[in-house]
């Protein structure tokens, strides 16, 4: 029976590999520095992963766990925090890729829960994992008193987007990640 939790300090590994899988190897290799792979930016985001301050970690995190393996992994914040979290990616990549993203445009704002990463594991997907998690995800900016959850999708995975709005994320704007065109979707529930 797969269950929805918050993600411990000890899952980093695996929370990491899924927010990669997330992201894309293209992506990834975007973000690293001449030089650098995607070995490197598994260990960065490890690193990033078990921070009690940053975007990507543990504590923003729920799993979805099959017994005791991490199978699927949703990362989100409070949107108005992302100058202040994303600062712990500035400052890793600096020091572990030898590349500077200060210049990167803001994938968020204040008034929604940003769903930074969403990843299944392939043996595990078209199972309903990820709508759990995405409903878990709207539980939590509930409980946080945020009016909407929202995300970015590429332009060219028509796949992600037909999920997203199967559960009634709608378009919001266009926007820029990882070298790639996006989608704002944007979803606000009713409490």
């Known amino acids: 029976m797969t269950t929805i939790q918050n993600a411990t300090i000890e899952q980093a590994p695996e929370i990491a590999a ?11 290799l975007h973000f690293c520095g001449e ?23 543990y504590r923003n995190t729920l799993v979805a766990m099959d017994a005791d393996k991490v199978i699927g992994a ?5 949107g108005a925090l992302l100058h202040e979290l994303r600062q712990a990616f500035i400052d890793k990549a600096r020091e572990c890729l ?18 930074d990463s969403l990843a299944v594991l392939p043996d595990y997907r078209h199972q309903g994992i990820a709508t759990r998690l995405l409903k878990a995800t709207r539980e939590k ?8 959850v929202g995300l970015l999708v590429d332009k060219d995975n028509p796949t992600a ?3 997203y709005t199967a559960i009634g994320f709608r378009y919001v704007d266009d926007n820029q990640w990882g070298g790639h065109s996006m989608k704002h979707l ?6």
């Open 18 to 28: 899924l927010i990669m899988m997330a992201m894309t190897d293209e992506c990834c």
């Open 35 to 57: 030089g650098h792979d995607l070995q490197d930016f598994r260990k960065m985001m490890t690193q990033l992963v078990q921070s009690e301050h940053s975007q990507y970690s």
């Open 74 to 78: 949703a990362v989100s914040y409070d």
């Open 98 to 115: 030898d590349k500077d993203h200060s210049a990167m445009p803001d994938e968020t704002q204040q008034g929604e829960l940003y769903l």
């Open 141 to 148: 900016a509930n409980a946080m008193g945020l009016p909407h």
């Open 161 to 163: 987007e037909t999920l």
């Open 186 to 191: 944007q979803n606000g529930w009713k409490y």
